[in-house]
């Protein structure tokens, strides 16, 4: 009797966009699939897939925590080769343990999201890998290239913001492409030295991270233009995750809200200003969830006009909204397009300002407020300016009509069947 196939998920827990977009896919390819689904991980959010009733095998450690002082620029310059150091070595146990976990559960086929590591692991353990991406990470994405205004750069040296405020041709000067060509070579120099360590050949460039089978993205064509795709790489529309639950009583005959909504990685400080800016402008109907970012309760006095939630279905919240507004990552902001809701971000890493609600804001559907110009008065004039101009809800009603929501797991899955069945 022939064993039965299994595919390992490995996602960035640490992240619930990431872990979400994994379940999901998992969960639709439960449908069809007749071998087993296992995940791994070391983040905060892996209750949710024992929760969703997959096996589980925890990993010590999470790639994010690892690189989250670049993200934030809370990182000292003085510190950089002890952080290299801490960093590779980190890097190397990871790699260790996922060795193991192979060695011990023998899967068929490893499936990555936002976890370098995984894939280094499988390559080494010769293991076919499928990736789950966003296209703005690669070298086939056609949108034009700026220096972030969101970088580690301005959070750690504020008074450069003034660069911020030039012509678009001068702050290229200043910031032009080749420092993301330097990024992109320090971190296959990095690698290299790593691969070099496990016995693996040199990487020639950035996009040999990539290496897998398949590559899924989780994005529409509109929003991640690209050019001279491979055959391998997929477009399979939005993977969005939403928690299991009922929309509570009060808000089910609700109409017109604005939602409020920072993810998982957004900064609870922007909600003092958001509801401070709501107090001036009662008008509006809002809820705020805060998504675990802090406690549930109050953080400032709430408003007669707002409600606080820690966790809603966000599709059924964004069906009764008129204005969405959040930290700019692709999960809310499909979820919002999806219903044709305009928004407002408020990004707090360069990938949700370039590739989120960057993309929105260039189609738009949108506008952008970075988050050292959030102000209540700067959120009265753009959320206004929003609702009272229909372009913006008429652009958001082009982009929903390009996709549904609904079927990006599925056609996932679909890829991943595809491929496992060629190790029969």
């Known amino acids: 009797m022939d064993r039965k196939q299994k595919i390992l998920f490995m996602p960035e827990d640490e992240i619930l966009a990431h872990a979400g977009r994994m379940l999901m896919v998992a969960k639709a390819l439960r449908e069809k699939f007749t071998g087993e689904i296992i995940f791994s991980g070391g983040g905060k959010y892996h209750n ?175 929003m991640a233009p690209t050019a001279n795709l491979p055959k391998n790489y997929h477009f399979v529309g939005p993977l969005v995750w939403e928690p299991e639950m009922e929309l509570p009583e009060p808000l089910k005959d609700q109409k017109d809200l604005i939602y409020i909504t920072m993810g998982s990685t957004g900064d609870p400080q922007l909600f003092h200003p958001l509801i401070e800016a709501f107090l001036n402008m009662p008008e509006f109907n809002v809820v705020l969830t805060t998504g675990g970012l802090q406690e549930e309760e109050k953080p400032v006095r709430l408003p007669d006009n707002v409600r606080l939630y820690k966790f809603l279905p966000g599709t059924q919240i964004v069906k009764r909204a008129r204005l969405v507004i959040c930290h700019g990552g692709l999960g809310t902001i499909y979820q919002a397009l999806g219903e044709g809701v305009p928004l407002i971000g408020i990004p707090y890493f360069p990938d949700q300002e370039t590739m989120g609600i960057g993309r929105a804001e260039a189609l738009g559907a949108g506008l952008t407020i970075l988050p050292y110009e959030l102000t209540p008065e700067r959120i009265i004039t753009d959320v206004k300016k929003v609702l009272a101009d229909e372009s913006y809800k008429k652009s958001a009603a082009k982009i929903s009509s390009q996709f549904n929501i609904d079927e990006g797991p599925h056609r996932a899955a679909e890829i991943i069947l595809g491929e496992i069945s060629k190790n029969r």
């Not at 670049?70 to 510190?79: A, T, V, Y």
């Not at 993301?180 to 996009?207: E, T």
């Open 48 to 222: 949710l897939f024992s929760r969703a009733g997959f096996q589980f095998y925890p990993i010590k450690g999470s790639f994010r925590k690892i690189i989250e002082p670049l993200f934030s620029g809370n990182l000292s310059l003085f510190k950089l080769p002890a952080y290299r150091r801490e960093l590779f070595d980190i890097y190397r146990e990871l790699i260790k343990q996922e060795l193991e976990l192979y060695q011990s559960l023998q899967p068929d086929l490893i499936i990555c999201d936002a976890r370098p590591s995984a894939s280094l692991a499988a390559e080494i353990y010769g293991l076919p890998v499928i990736w789950i991406i966003n296209i703005g990470t690669l070298s086939y994405s056609t949108i034009k290239r700026t220096f972030p205004k969101t970088s580690p750069l301005f959070t750690k040296f504020p008074r450069l913001r003034v660069i911020n405020k030039l012509p678009p041709v001068m702050r290229d000067f200043f910031f032009p492409d080749y420092l993301f060509l330097l990024g992109r070579f320090f971190w296959v120099k990095f690698h290299n030295q790593l691969r070099a360590s496990f016995g693996l050949k040199p990487w020639n460039n950035y996009m040999d991270t990539f290496q897998a089978k398949q590559i899924i993205m989780a994005d529409i064509e509109s």
